[in-house]
């Protein structure tokens, strides 16, 4: 079983509807939550970061977190056609290293 | 400010052959990282550094060497490529600063290898 599970998808959705992404982890160690996005052909890039449970908002993208249930959120809203991409969590404890999420591609249609 | 880059972009080698991929950056920044990023595999960490002359395994390291001479390059090393090498490889270095945005880590373009 992998530390981190998330959907492949692709998930596709209209323009203007809200996207739904999320993540599931074994570890109870994790401490720190991110959401990396990451472009075709392109390297990941940072998108939001959490450290602890609930929820952290900017702009149109709304992280979640829920360490009981080992379980995060990643909700876009108003999506846009610049909002396809794939979008990975990424997971750490204490220390430097972080542990990825396969990814769930999103397109937005027009 | 470049941030980082890799060097080359795509490369085609034979079963057996081998090759370095460069990665610099110019952030000033401690720690360096090399991954990997197959298909529904997310991204896998092969070696990582957390300081000019140190390096360390990550989760899959066998068949690649590092080595991090100077603090903004790291390379990754393929002694004898094997067609399981196949894959995008991606560096990515951070500062181990303070929270919220505690190893943060900047990612490079890409490397699109193929082992044939």
């Known amino acids: 079983q992998k530390e981190v599970e998330q959907d492949p998808g692709p998930l596709s959705v209209p323009e203007g509807a809200i996207v739904s992404l999320n993540c599931t982890y074994s570890?109870?160690?994790?401490?720190?939550f991110m959401w990396y996005r990451q472009y075709s052909r392109k390297g990941p890039e940072l998108l939001m970061y959490t450290y602890s449970s609930g929820n952290k908002e900017d702009g149109r993208f709304t992280a979640q977190v829920d360490k009981s249930s080992k379980y995060i959120s990643l909700f876009i809203r108003d999506s846009q056609p610049s909002d396809s991409a794939t979008y990975l969590c990424?997971?750490?404890?204490?220390?430097?290293?972080?542990?990825f999420g396969g990814g769930t591609r999103v397109l937005v249609k027009p | 400010n470049a941030g980082v880059t890799q060097t080359p972009k795509f490369r085609v080698l034979k079963t057996g052959q081998s090759m370095t991929l460069l990665c610099a950056q110019d952030m000033n920044h401690e720690y360096m990282y090399w991954y990997r990023q197959d298909p529904g595999m997310g991204l896998r960490l092969i070696h990582y550094s957390v300081g000019e002359g140190t390096t360390a395994k990550g989760e899959v390291p066998d068949g690649y060497n590092v080595s991090r001479l100077k603090k903004q390059n790291f390379l990754l090393g393929l002694e004898s490529a094997a067609p399981s090498q196949t894959s995008v490889y991606f560096c990515?270095?951070?500062?181990?600063?303070?929270?919220?945005?505690?190893?943060?880590?900047?990612f490079g373009p890409g490397t699109r290898l193929t082992v044939t």
């Open positions: 570890n109870s160690a994790f401490q720190y």
């Open positions: 990515a270095s951070s500062f181990p600063g303070q929270l919220p945005r505690l190893h943060e880590q900047y």
């Open positions: 990424a997971i750490k404890a204490a220390g430097n290293k972080l542990t």
